[in-house]
């Protein structure tokens, strides 16, 4: 039984009008949006119909058992011989004048429809229904993912207080002299202790970034961290599907030291408010670039030069998890900042200073917005950590 | 340094016809034949041009070094705004008449491009090669995919033989009483000891079928093995990239009982032979439906309930591997069992009995296609193991 499917599902109907069908085809778990629509895991080939109405899913005969424990489909259809006259049946019984199907050119996230399965559609639809007009679903597959239901919060809020949590273990642990490398690996174990899955992204893990040598994605070294060095620690964890996203800075204090030195306060500082001043201007139907600006604006007061990203992404599914950004109305962001932000959405907030010679400050936050405003989820840091 | 995508990529080339190009676009990993072409894991957007006399890379700025340091292309490309700039300039270059892309309707790992991409793909080729010929490069692949080098042989046989080592490892610790949850918890934990991957699949691991609770597709469940019961095992083991399958049926006894009662032995004798008969069907040239036929008109013959899915498929990257099955023609199969079969195939044989009342029986053995014949690469099971 998936509480989850059900209510996305659901969710995803909502969106339909009249005479429109919602396809999502998936082959050996090629399509993601099954995931995200039906939480839904099947290993041979698959439709899931999303219909004003009703869902419907045609499954290979092995998976019957399975999808229909699952309780998400009002109806399930196996095939045993032939998975593409079951298909061409439901096209012609459900007979929509708009078909949405998975496809996208500027967002992966919503392009999870192979070029193969797209073919047997248009040649089914040729022989039955030669009139349908196929969309893409990008703008409600968008609007599903970045909507999440309470349960979608409660996974993304146990891995955000995972972070938290890893970040207070890893803390005592830290010390001058510590390779990038192994500090990455101080926090791998961590996660393992936990019990969560840490993201493994690109570079096999947390960033882990000593200022001195920079501040970027890119894989941990075999650099020292020195006496005086700040160093910039961002990850993600994965819990019941669902991810956080936080980066935290740290100050390795010389000897004699009692605080960090007033340059590296008065940055924090400015990244401490900058993430107040976008936590405060975030509530549903503010277009996202007006957050952007008011983190952006705020270090560009202070004399900080400004935020070269967006100052905050969608989490979920994934750690981008696409849709609206709190970022700047740039050519490279296309129409991500003019999304508005909704109820459900939750935000990174990351208005970082990039900056040399130092100090440069990465503090990440993750925030849900809600009917009226925002609300944390994560335990904020509060001041510059020091070791 | 990758001398088995080296390899690979050389033997995909040969198989081009001057004037042809085969491009494999791949985002967030999207496409899985970077893998088998050109031993490429990339996470960011890229392209791979295959050309009879070169091949050539497009990779993000932060993606360069990583693809040059392969070995595996004589050119490497870095984008940094715009892809579709890059892409576009080497579509030019190397104006091909023929366009080979990864798609295809009935084999899913030839099926790897997205829709999304192939409208940019359209969309850049309309501007600047509007006579080329689009062609879908399946049968190109099902070939590189199915025709292993030897070093694919060496991989596949280490995944085996750690597959019936772990078999053996298991057997004396087998009891009734158990469920089928911890049974597979104690195959996790043997591949662990054995340091191999175990294949998770859609139900985290091994399938572990009581066939009085039914043998399927299906997540282990709480129930418990009960003297007189068939256990169905079946697991893939994933070794430097490359997989094994292999099933074994577990007679537990009653008290008093020094064998399995004559209905499972029959049972088993006639899974036994199926696979002999399919073995010794198997030799180049022949279609994989031919091998299909003589294990599904073994039970048949015995008296049998039709096998109800092919009788085997290949293995490589992927446990399900794609392109030639020996499999039954029907509909749901497209070509696949009309593909004929090549030295250098590595298939499964499993002919399974599927039939209530019990008794139901799995047994699946992995065999690598010759010059002649074919070779056993598992240590066949040779009798109905008893507990």
Same mark, same amino acid.
């Given at each position: 039984?998936?509480?989850? =499917?059900?209510?996305?599902?659901?969710?995803?109907?909502?969106?339909?009008?009249?005479?429109?069908?919602?396809? &999502? *085809? &998936?082959? $050996?778990?090629?399509?993601?949006?099954?995931?995200?629509?039906?939480?839904?895991?099947?290993?041979?080939?698959?439709?899931?119909? /999303?219909?004003?109405?009703? &869902?419907?899913a045609i499954v290979a005969n092995y998976d019957v058992g399975h999808v229909e424990r699952m309780g998400v489909?009002?109806?399930?259809?196996?095939?045993?011989?032939?998975?593409?006259?079951?298909?061409?049946?439901?096209?012609?019984?459900?007979?929509? !004048?708009?078909?949405?199907?998975?496809? @996208?050119?500027?967002?992966?996230? @919503?392009?999870? /429809?192979?070029?193969?399965?797209? /073919?047997?559609?248009?040649?089914?639809?040729? $022989?039955? /229904?030669?009139?349908?007009?196929?969309?893409?679903?990008?703008?409600?597959?968008?609007?599903?993912?970045?909507?999440?239901?309470s349960e979608e919060v409660r996974r993304v809020q146990l891995a955000i207080d995972a972070s938290c949590t890893l970040y207070d273990k890893l803390l005592p642990q830290l010390k001058v002299g510590q390779s990038e490398r192994e500090i990455q690996g101080l926090m791998l174990a961590i996660a393992g202790e936990l019990g969560v899955e840490m993201e493994r992204g690109d570079y096999g893990g947390a960033l882990v970034c000593i200022?001195?040598?920079?501040?970027?994605?890119?894989?941990?070294?075999?650099?020292?961290?020195?006496?005086?060095?700040?160093?910039?620690?961002?990850?993600? *964890?994965?819990?019941e599907g669902y991810c956080s996203d936080i980066a935290r800075t740290i100050y390795f204090?010389?000897? =004699?030291?009692?605080?960090?030195?007033?340059?590296?306060?008065?940055?924090?500082? @400015?990244?401490?408010?900058?993430?107040?001043?976008?936590?405060?201007?975030?509530?549903?139907?503010?277009?996202?670039w007006q957050v952007d600006k008011a983190a952006r604006d705020h270090h560009l007061a202070n004399g900080y030069p400004e935020i070269s990203h967006a100052t905050g992404h969608q989490i979920g599914r994934h750690v981008h998890d696409g849709g609206t950004i709190l970022g700047p109305r740039w050519e490279r962001y296309g129409d991500a900042p003019f999304g508005v932000l909704e109820p459900g959405n939750i935000f990174t907030i990351e208005p970082t200073i990039l900056q040399s010679?130092?100090?440069?400050?990465?503090?990440?936050?993750?925030?849900?917005?809600? !009917?009226?405003?925002a609300e944390w989820l994560s335990r904020r840091q509060t001041q510059l950590w020091t070791v």
């Open positions: 039984m998936s509480t989850l =499917g059900a209510q996305k599902s659901q969710q995803a109907r909502a969106l339909l009008n009249t005479g429109s069908v919602w396809l &999502t *085809l &998936t082959r $050996e778990g090629s399509d993601p949006a099954s995931k995200l629509l039906f939480d839904a895991a099947v290993s041979g080939r698959a439709a899931f119909f /999303l219909h004003p109405d009703m &869902t419907l489909f009002d109806e399930v259809v196996a095939y045993e011989r032939s998975f593409t006259d079951a298909l061409q049946a439901c096209l012609t019984r459900f007979a929509p !004048e708009v078909l949405y199907l998975n496809y @996208s050119e500027s967002d992966h996230l @919503s392009d999870g /429809l192979t070029h193969g399965q797209f /073919l047997t559609v248009q040649r089914l639809c040729a $022989e039955v /229904l030669p009139n349908v007009e196929m969309r893409p679903s990008a703008p409600l597959l968008a609007k599903v993912r970045g909507v999440k239901t200022n001195r040598v920079g501040l970027a994605h890119r894989a941990p070294g075999s650099d020292r961290v020195k006496a005086g060095d700040l160093v910039i620690l961002d990850h993600g *964890l994965r819990v204090q010389r000897e =004699g030291e009692s605080d960090a030195p007033a340059a590296e306060q008065r940055a924090f500082q @400015s990244a401490y408010d900058a993430i107040t001043q976008a936590f405060a201007a975030i509530k549903p139907e503010i277009p996202g010679p130092e100090p440069s400050m990465l503090v990440e936050e993750n925030v849900l917005v809600t !009917e009226t405003g």
